[in-house]
């Protein structure tokens, strides 16, 4: 039973890593709803999906500004010089 709530416990901070890292990344501020949502839940595997979905959509985000990046470089540089 110990185990269980130790194995929780580092769930619930490795979910709320990861919640912050995408907020620090998007900008966005913490939503009190999701830090609860985090914090009530005693089911490990919904747990684990809560932070395999925060972690894929924090990548998502940092492909699409990488993405948009390397679009907004070309352009500039295109308008300058003529390859």
């Known amino acids: 039973m110990k185990e269980d709530k130790i194995n929780l ?7 709320y890593w990861a919640y912050l890292e995408f907020c620090e990344a998007t900008s966005e501020v913490p939503r009190k709803e999701i830090y609860n949502q985090i914090k009530t839940c005693s089911d490990d595997q ?8 925060i972690e ?24 300058i010089f003529k390859f």
């Open 9 to 15: 416990s580092k769930m619930r901070a490795d979910a």
């Open 46 to 53: 919904a747990l684990d999906r809560l932070t395999i979905w």
């Open 56 to 79: 894929n959509n924090h990548s998502k985000f940092e492909k699409m500004m990488l993405q948009n990046a390397e679009v907004k470089k070309k352009g500039f540089w295109s308008r």
